[in-house]
């Protein structure tokens, strides 16, 4: 079966204008498991912030209180990086994403990894204070500014994404 597979890859190649279409597939392919990368270290923020909240609330309700309404930011950043637009647009798209357009959102993208691994450190690190009953209200200014960061990058990539940079 794999000598079959491979056959028709190389076949499929050969076709005039397949070989496009294919790697357009995989740009769209890659930049859709990126996303799912991003979201999934997101969500494991979130679930350690949610088990943070709640041992919070036992003894510090007003910084539960803050963090839960940083968690809406971050639930919020975390959709729209879900259902953010692809890194690649449709042949009759009026809008073309050039190569170095695709260059410039995996900068972007590999920026968004890298604060998604900041909020996701900064929930493991709450959720152990937590668990201590350490004070944290004080650092939920903290995790604003790493949710401002990534809300940045998101909007930096719309731009891109829709062709509103130069």
Partial sequence: MVRREAALEKL??????????????HLREDDR??????????????RDLEEAIAGMA?????????????????????????????????????????EEDLA?????????????????????????EAVLRNPVRDRVSDLLKLIDDLR???VEREKIVRGWTS
């Fill in 12 to 25: 499929l190649n050969i076709l005039p204008g397949f070989r496009g279409y294919r790697r357009k597939e």
């Fill in 104 to 128: 410039r959102i995996r900068e972007v993208d590999a920026a968004l990894i890298d604060d998604a691994e900041r909020v996701k450190d900064f929930a493991v690190s709450v959720k152990r």
């Fill in 58 to 98: 036992e003894y510090d309700f007003r910084a539960a209180e803050l963090y839960d309404s940083a968690l809406r930011s971050l639930r919020t950043v975390a959709d729209r990086i879900r259902w953010a637009e692809h890194g690649y647009a449709p042949h009759f798209n009026i809008v073309k994403i050039q």
């Fill in 33 to 46: 498991l990126v996303r799912e990368y991003i979201v999934s270290l997101l969500s494991g923020a979130i």
């Fill in 152 to 154: 940045s990058q998101l």
